[in-house]
């Protein structure tokens, strides 16, 4: 892999914040149906390695939030706890919630914004960045911050992954915005300890120029295909979407792992595109990754090299997958699924 050197971040317009003694993060921390997103839990980690304080926000509909903010509490490494609930947070999009980042920010004592690299992050962190006219970094794999110099350098994969681009925020940034690869940082845990939780008011968006229609959740009984340690996906070659649920299911079910599948397969209608693994999808990194009939695009490697145990099947014995495979099979799927399925339930 590639590893690139890139320039310092430039300097931005100079505004006015308050001084702070060190590092102080404000972490975003999402949640769905009570509990926290496992890839804020990972932000969470991110910023306590840059070794100062640590503020959470959470942001809700005053119904969701009731048994959120005590988990949230109790996250080792969590100092303070701040949570505006209001209506228009119940369904939250990046323009209902950006102007009370904005305002939580103007003149304070932050120094790092973070949150996780997820759908609605990626689309609040830089409006927030670009209101407050300082540069966001994204899909970070590694923090270190410099006190003395109060820089931040950040690693970050480029080019699908072929690549490790560091990217060094300087002293002239004054807060500083990142997302966080989740599978590069270990979730936050629960602790004895308990942060202080504070209520901020809500910032009132009267017109808003998006309105929340609908949220649909694909439901299953099988583990989060972001968070499962062993994950099983089908690619191209599993024909339409009658061969892939019955290929594969069998053989999840048995292993108690969650459903890939790569781009090929969901533009072919095969699977959900919440299913999709890759640079366009989620990036995995479970104990177990099996490849079925995936031909390894360097865009689907991008989401899973990283697994522990990559096991790949493919009928091309040239197929990129085995590249990067730890075990590899050159034969055809449908006789080696099957009878793989066979001895696990034996």
Avoid: C, W
């Avoid at 080019?159 to 997302?179: E, L």
């Avoid at 969650?258 to 989620?282: C, E, F, W």
């Amino acid at each position: 892999m590639l590893r690139a050197r890139v320039q310092t971040l430039p300097k931005v317009f100079a505004r006015t914040y308050a001084s702070a003694t060190g590092p102080h993060a404000l972490v975003f921390l999402e949640h769905r149906d009570g509990a926290i997103d496992s890839g804020s839990l990972s932000a969470l980690t991110a910023a306590k390695q840059l070794g100062g304080e640590v503020t959470g926000v959470l942001v809700g509909g005053p119904e969701q939030l009731k048994d959120v903010i005590p988990q949230a509490q109790k996250l080792d490494g969590l100092n303070t706890l701040l949570h505006a609930s209001a209506a228009q947070y119940a369904a939250p999009i990046p323009e209902t919630i950006s102007p009370l980042l904005e305002s939580l920010l103007s003149g304070s004592k932050y120094t790092h914004v973070v949150s996780a690299h997820s759908s609605s992050a990626k689309s609040l962190l830089p409006r927030v960045a670009a209101k407050l006219d300082v540069p966001a970094i994204s899909d970070v794999t590694s923090v270190d911050h410099d006190s003395s110099s109060n820089a931040t350098t950040f690693t970050r994969p480029i080019y699908a992954g072929n690549a490790i681009a560091t990217v060094r925020a300087s002293s002239n940034i004054p807060i500083k915005f990142f997302t966080v690869r989740s599978t590069a940082f270990k979730a936050a845990e629960a602790s004895s300890a308990e942060a202080k939780a504070s209520a901020i008011d809500a910032v009132e968006v009267t017109d808003p120029p998006t309105v929340h229609i609908k949220t649909e959740i694909t439901k299953s009984d099988r583990p989060d295909l972001g968070v499962a340690s062993r994950v099983v996906s089908g690619g191209r070659a599993l024909k339409n979407a009658e061969t892939f649920k019955a290929t594969l299911e069998p053989l999840a079910d048995v292993l108690g792992a969650a459903i890939g599948a790569s781009r090929a397969a969901v533009d072919a209608g095969y699977a959900d595109n919440s299913l999709q693994v890759g640079q366009t999808g989620k990036v995995v990194a479970p104990e177990l990754y099996m490849a079925l009939g995936i031909s390894g695009a360097i865009q689907h490697l991008a989401g899973m090299k990283d697994s522990k145990l990559i096991v790949a099947v493919n009928k091309d014995p040239d197929a990129p997958i085995f590249q990067v495979a730890d075990a590899g099979l050159v034969a055809d799927l449908y006789d080696v699924v099957p009878e793989l399925v066979e001895k696990l339930k034996q």
